[in-house]
């Protein structure tokens, strides 16, 4: 192929063009252009972007619900609550009926005001046996004065009888050389049994005493014991509200209904105290990166987010050994401020949630999503 050689007067239209400056348009859009991806860079290095863990929670009063159960049997006599009222901590909510319990405590008392007056008596009779004295009068305790007096007098005669015998026996023993000795001896044996007849009736009395109150105060310890029972029972007849909260019903009662003991009622639902907290599920692989402390944000479903927004929040609490739920979620509990300012939320209601696990450059985040970051670690 053969070169050709030009003269370059003869290129005068390809020279003009060489000459010739680029539209200023052109050069404006090429600075445009690398301005914005300096722009783009540097927003990408200096901000951050929130890398989130999104789940669900449900919202829990701060304090814990307090359960309410009956403790013990009976038959429902009023029913002082509805559901979803709020109650006082004290105020009463079963009344059991405790009319039986009622009377046999009124019955058991009175035996035992009469058991411990008869024991007092006894014990003054023991005390009249020992002085040989009556301390009871006819009027006040006739019953125990008659009885020292039936007493005194039986032994007034064993005791005459046994002067007798000893009168007889020394009679006869101040004549001895004219008494047959078999005589003497017959009135020394009557003189003792005259003495231990009298010494067997003054001991078998004062043991018939004290074996009567001995079986009087085993009586009464066992009254006591019945009376406190029965008192335990009728204070439990009555249950009363242990905080104050709102009523959550359990069980369907009516007036009449026969309560087991054990048997769960209701729940007690307590103040949020402008303060709440939220159990949050926590999937098996998002909960290695939650700490304490981590903000957490709140959204309603059941509730227009153009008027409650999001609520915000922090990790409060995590388990140390943590259990899993039947869904194979961990649970945490977060907290939010401020629930006076949202009176509409209720405790079981369910929320969206999103935590901030960290925070990372936009720039790196980037090139992790498209996949450079890995390549260039690769390389390296």
Known sequence: MKNTILNIDDMGESRI???RKPPRLISLFVYFLLLML??????SWFSKIEIVVKTHGTIRPFETVSRVRSVRDGKIKTIRYKPGQYIKQGEPLIEIDCDYQVQELERIQGRIDELEVKSMHLQNLRKSYEEDRNAFSRTGEREFYERFFLYSCEKRKLELNRDAAQAKYNARESMAQFVAKSELEELEYKLRMAELELQSFTGSSFLEVVDEYDLIKTELRSLVSQAEQLEKEISLSTIFAPIS?????????NDGDYLFSGMDILDIVPETG?????????SNQDIAGIKTGDAVSYRLPALPKEKYGVLKGNITSI?????????GLFLVEGSFDNLKEFPELKSGMFV?????????RILFHLLDKSGLMNNWMINR
């Open 319 to 327: 388990p140390a050994d943590m259990q899993k739920t039947a869904e």
């Open 352 to 360: 969206d949630v999103r935590i901030t696990v960290r925070k990372r």
């Open 17 to 19: 063009m060489l000459e």
């Open 38 to 43: 300096l722009t783009a860079f540097l927003y």
């Open 274 to 282: 402008g303060r709440g907290r939220v159990e949050i599920s926590i």
């Open 245 to 253: 909260g709102t009523v959550n019903k359990l069980a369907e009662l």
